[in-house]
T-cell receptor, first 114, second 109 residues
Framework: DGGITQSPKYLFRKEGQNVTLSCEQNLNHDAMYWYRQDPGQGLRLIYYSQIVNDFQKGDIAEGYSVSREKKESFPLTVTSAQKNPTAFYLC?????????????FGPGTRLTVL | AQSVTQLGSHVSVSEGALVLLRCNYSSSVPPYLFWYVQYPNQGLQLLLKYTSAATLVKGINGFEAEFKKSETSFHLTKPSAHMSDAAEYFCAGNTPLVFGKGTRLSVIA
């Protein structure tokens, strides 16, 4: 089955710790995205990557970092510099033509800072 | 920069009634527009998308949306609501996607 997997589904972190969220896709998509979702805020773009070894900041990149060493993988690190990291994080991918690509979403990771 | 505005954070309808979820966009160029649905604690699923091929777009689960350039709108409709339609709905546009804040749909039996 083709799709996007995110792990873990629930993640707890102590203040001051970095944590990495996994995102893997087997759709052979070039583009991958990370969004943060807060109640009543919709989805806000953190980072996106249109090709391996390249990525761009989204609207709320501060306190986050990413890497894109493989086409299939786009991990997101939430650093201790992120002041309010508790949120639902969604990863997505698309073919990456630059046009009206449909983005396909993973099931999400809920991060809670204790 | 394009923005997407969803009118109404919460809409409640009776089962069998018309569903109307509103979305307006701002852009100086023809947009790409999408409607997604999200069930609790899950990712988003595409309902339909507008790519300028036709102004009336039909999607899954009986939903459709009409692109109206004169009104800069892309409202989502369904003739008859079902209990299973209760979810959060997001309008989004452009590339990379810009999302509205979402509308939670409740369906009353």
């Amino acid at each position: 089955d083709g799709g996007i997997t995110q792990s873990p589904k629930y993640l707890f972190r102590k203040e001051g710790q970095n944590v990495t969220l996994s995102c893997e896709q087997n759709l052979n998509h070039d583009a991958m995205y990370w969004y943060r979702q807060d109640p009543g805020q919709g989805l806000r773009l953190i980072y996106y990557s249109q090709i391996v070894n390249d990525f761009q900041k989204g609207d709320i990149a501060e306190g986050y970092s990413v890497s894109r060493e493989k086409k299939e993988s786009f991990p997101l690190t939430v650093t201790s510099a992120q002041k309010n990291p508790t949120a639902f994080y969604l990863c997505a991918s698309s073919i990456g033509t630059g046009g009206p690509d449909t983005q396909y979403f993973g099931p999400g990771t809920r991060l809670t800072v204790l | 920069a394009q923005s997407v505005t969803q009118l109404g954070s919460h809409v409640s309808v009776s089962e069998g009634a018309l569903v109307l979820l509103r979305c307006n966009y701002s852009s100086s160029v023809p947009p790409y527009l999408f409607w997604y649905v999200q069930y609790p604690n899950q990712g988003l699923q595409l309902l339909l998308k507008y790519t300028s091929a036709a102004t009336l777009v039909k999607g899954i689960n009986g939903f459709e949306a009409e692109f109206k350039k004169s009104e800069t709108s892309f409202h989502l409709t369904k003739p008859s609501a079902h209990m299973s339609d209760a979810a959060e709905y997001f309008c989004a546009g452009n590339t990379p996607l810009v999302f509205g804040k979402g509308t939670r749909l409740s369906v009353i039996a």
